[in-house]
């Protein structure tokens, strides 16, 4: 039986940064959702069910910690969060890590995305 | 400097020679106008009703009052001999002030509260030292007027009232006139000086808000500024290399270049990005200095461990000469650290391959000596001077073959200048150059 494209949904805000995630992550045979901010983010979550969202950290509406954090309260508890930013200095992570929920793994802009592929297979294995 | 400014300083009088004192003296004028002359009423309304003895003595003191205030006033308008004048007022208050308790009954009399007055204006408008030299005149005057009274050389003069029995209306009025003026002219200037008190209290504290907002916007800046540069260049390298893996078709060899060297100069394009960064956040920082003892010999030979690291795979000679009697000094080891980093980075940067570096630390007489030689190309030395301007690199353009900001031996300076240590450069076109740190003997700790 062939299995299934994992579903990817990117939140992010730049157009430019958005298409070329999901350019790669199509390229390496996933099937990619996204949204511009971050309460649409958390709606097509709850709509789509992913397998991994890729989240901005500067988003409209609701920025990356908060997505984080009302995923990972609500149904997708278990479906692994990955932040991207381009300013994410030492201890953010903890301000932001609200009752101690967390993101699965961070990534600073400008990132190699050979470098976001290799995380992202190591938290969807097959 | 001269007796008497000696004198004056020793009790707090050469204060109200200041600028600042002026509209306190011109306070203190009013206050000895207004003082005389509402004692001059309540002691004529007194005597009117037989309250007070008669005698031209009211109007001698405040006649004399008035000539000491008056000459006060105009040495505050021509500023001349604003001590001298001052001094001689003071004195003047505390001796018209015993003479009226004097002809009211000497040491019995209900006026010699008014002493009060003459020091809450003091204590309020001047200093600590002029307000006890106030307190010990008034002491001193009254002591005297006692005791020469005593001993008979001051006639006695009899009491206003020889018990409470004998207190009538017109007298009862007069001694809560005293009683107002006393609490009265105090009261005033402590309620003027609270208000005044309370303003600039405000006004300070809206002046720390107003720079604790500027500290954390220039900090919120220089995020953004971080964000916005750094967001497109993710852009510019990301989409670059799915070029680079085919993911939008298949390259030449020649586009595969092209490309190589366009993520090339967007990842040099980054390196400055984040060095202006650390440069903001240093100045951010005002460069704060942390005080400790610091082996120098171990710094030196720490650093150049750190820098055979930087040579990498070239093929570069590092060497390092350190003296075994480098002192401890007190100074901060980060900074210091950072400042020989950056000129062997430097050094290593500019110095070609089969080339050397040398470091040499020595005591010396001036205290201790570290140079960063090498052999490098050197710089032309209409250069030397501009070399530690930040953004420069020595043929003029800001990133060229060596890339780097250009920032290194600006933040050499800098933290150099803050730290006390001379830096200098020597250098020999074509055969390098020599940058020499001195760390003064006066950081030396024992």
Known sequence: MPTLAKRILVIEDDPVGRAMLQDCLVARGYQVVWASNGAEGVELARMVNPDLVLCDVLLPKKNGFEVCFELKRGPHARTPVVLMSAILQGGDEQKYAKEGVRADAYLVKPFPMSAMIARIEQLLPD | ?446
């Open chain 2, 1 to 446: 400097m001269s007796e008497s400014s000696r004198l004056a300083q020793a009790i707090g009088l050469d204060e109200v020679s200041t600028e600042a004192f002026r509209p306190k003296l011109l306070a203190g004028i009013f206050t000895g106008y207004a003082t005389a002359v509402l004692l001059l009423v309540i002691v004529m309304t007194a005597r009117a009703f037989d309250a007070l003895p008669g005698g031209l003595w009211p109007f001698v003191l405040v006649g004399i009052k008035v000539v000491t205030n008056t000459s006060a006033a105009i040495s505050w308008r021509t500023r001349t001999w604003v001590t001298p004048v001052s001094a001689l007022n003071i004195t003047a208050d505390v001796l018209v002030m015993t003479g009226a308790i004097y002809f009211t009954g000497g040491v019995l009399s209900p006026l010699v509260a008014i002493y009060f007055v003459e020091v809450a204006v003091m204590a309020l408008l001047t200093n600590v030292g002029l307000t006890i030299t106030t307190v010990l005149g008034c002491f001193a005057m009254y002591a005297t007027m006692a005791i020469l009274t005593h001993t008979g050389v001051l006639p006695t003069v009899p009491p206003v009232v020889a018990s409470p029995d004998e207190i009538t209306t017109p007298l009862l009025g007069t001694l809560l006139g005293v009683a107002a003026l006393v609490t009265l002219a105090p009261g005033i200037y402590v309620a003027l000086i609270v208000g005044q008190l309370r303003a600039s209290e405000k006004k300070l504290a809206a002046r720390a808000d107003e720079l604790v907002e500027a500290g954390r916007a220039k900090s919120e800046f220089t995020a953004n500024i971080t964000h916005e540069l750094r967001t497109p260049l993710h852009g510019i390298l990301g989409l670059g290399e799915l070029l680079e893996d085919g993911v939008y078709g298949p390259m030449s060899e020649k586009q595969i270049d092209a490309i190589r060297t366009m993520r090339g100069s967007a990842t040099g394009l980054l390196g400055l990005i984040d060095s202006l960064l650390v440069l903001a956040r240093a100045e951010a920082l005002r460069l704060e200095v942390r005080e400790a003892d610091v082996d120098v010999g171990e710094v030196v030979a720490s650093v150049v461990a750190t820098g055979r690291m930087l040579v990498g795979r070239r093929t570069l000679d590092v060497a390092a000469l350190i003296g075994s009697d480098l002192p401890i000094v007190r100074t901060d080891r980060q900074k210091l650290v950072q400042i020989l980093v950056n000129l062997l980075a430097n050094a290593i940067k500019f110095t070609p391959d089969e080339g050397s570096v040398t470091v040499e630390a020595a005591l010396e007489d001036q205290g201790v000596r570290i140079a960063v030689r090498d052999t490098g190309r050197g710089i032309p030395e209409h250069e030397l001077a501009r070399i530690f301007e930040p953004y420069v690199q020595v043929d003029g353009s800001p990133v060229r073959e060596h890339g780097g900001a250009g920032i290194g031996l600006s933040v050499v300076r800098t933290l150099a200048d803050r730290l006390g240590i001379d830096v200098s450069v020597e250098s020999e076109l074509g055969h390098g150059c020599t940058f020499t740190l001195t760390i003064p003997r006066a950081l030396g700790s024992a």
